[in-house]
Structures are given as C-alpha cells and as structure tokens.
C-alpha cells in the first residue's frame, strides 16, 4: 500500500526559508502533490512533481527525487499567512485517488 | 468554472441516528469525485472514491457508505453514527483522466457526533 512520511511541526519566523520534507512507500507512483489547507479550511492544491527536480511556483518550491522516492516542499520568505498544515500526497495503486501524509504544522512567528 | 457544494456545513447527531451527507459539482462531466475524512489535528483520510455513477470504492472498512446516483453527485450514509464518526468531512473532485493531478475540495462537513 501507500504510506507517507512527513514532520508533524515545523517553526519559523516571518522572512525565513523552510523546507517540509515527505518520503513515501507506494507500489504505483504518478507524482508527489502538496496541498496547503488553514485551520478549519478545506485543502487547497500548492504542487505537483511527476518529474524529479524542482518545480517553482513564487515563494514556493516543490522538489521530487523519484530514486530516493523523497521530496520537499521549500517555503520562502515566510509570511504570517503561511501559517498552516501542509500536506504531501501520492496516487492510490489503481491512479483514481490521492493518499495523504499527516501533514505538517506550520507555525510562522513575527 | 467548476464549483464543488456540499451540505450540511455542521451537523451534530446523536449516536445510533443516520447520516446523510451531501455533494455536487457544477461545470464538469464525468468527474472523479471522493470523500475524505480529517479527525480532529489529524491527516486527511481517503473514505470512497468514484469514477462513474454507480462505481463507489472503499478504502477504509466501516459503517458508512457512499452513493453516486447521477454524475455529479456524491453522498454519503451512515444507519448508525458511532461516536468515531466525529470529524471533517471533505468530498472532493478530479478530472476524469486523473493521473496523480490536482483534486479540489469542497468546504467541508463538520460533524459531531454526541
């Protein structure tokens, strides 16, 4: 089956750089997804890497390696609105559904 | 554009009552659509999906179900709400040829089950 792994907190002030990390066990692999979701909100879609390296979308980065089934979600100059839990995702083995992570907590400080 | 309902919005329900949550989405056809479930401070948990009227899978074996009477519409059941069935429930909708892409969320169900 599908399982992911990601941190559960991550802290940081405002204007840094942070990086969530995710590596996951799957038996069919079509792409890593992150999807961003503010408490009591519904998930919202930040990324997705069918190809390993990096994918750049403004402030935020999203890194696949494929061979090492990892990859990472890099946010920068973090703002008070990055507060929030992210998720990484992978593809059911049939490809018609996502699996999330537990998703990581994201606390951006002043 | 494509807009994703769903409803009720909250709900409290004592234990043993039925459930019936409902989703529908406007601007597309034939869309794969799902229920998610997110307990309190945890992941998002992949309930049923369906890629056609009709066609539901299970993921997670338990006392709710799903149904898919038209294309765009999604609901989902319980006979009896355990105290567990407490949580957020998203339904969710891709595009048909979905390949690991994006899936979009609806606002959510908060249900409390007492």
């Known amino acids: 089956g599908q399982s992911l792994e990601q941190p559960s907190e991550v802290t940081a002030v405002e204007g840094a750089i942070v990086q969530i990390n995710c590596t996951y066990q799957?038996?069919?692999?079509?792409?890593l997804s992150w999807y961003q979701q503010h408490d009591g909100g519904a998930p919202t879609f930040l990324s997705y890497n069918a190809l390993d390296g990096l994918e750049e979308t403004g402030r935020f980065s999203s890194f696949l390696s494929r061979s090492d089934s990892y990859g990472y979600l890099l946010l920068q100059e973090l703002q008070m609105k990055d507060s929030a839990s992210y998720f990484c995702a992978v593809t059911n083995q049939a490809g018609t559904a996502l699996i999330f992570g537990k998703g990581t907590t994201l606390s951006v400080s002043s | 554009s494509q807009t994703i309902h769903q409803w009720p919005a909250t709900l409290v329900q004592p234990v043993g009552s039925p459930l019936s949550l409902e989703c529908t989405v406007e601007?597309?056809?034939?869309?794969?659509l799902y229920w998610y479930r997110q307990a309190a401070g945890r992941g998002l948990q992949l309930l049923f999906y369906s890629v056609g009227i009709g066609q539901i899978s299970s993921e997670v074996p338990q006392n709710l179900s799903a149904s898919r009477p038209q294309d765009r519409q999604f609901i989902l059941s319980s006979k009896k709400l355990l105290l567990s069935d407490s949580g957020f429930y998203l339904c969710?909708?891709?595009?048909?040829?979905?390949?690991?892409?994006?899936?979009?969320f609806g606002e959510g169900s908060w249900l409390t089950v007492v």
């Open positions: 799957t038996s069919g692999f079509y792409g």
């Open positions: 601007g597309t056809s034939n869309p794969n």
């Open positions: 969710a909708w891709s595009v048909l040829e979905f390949s690991g892409n994006t899936i979009y």
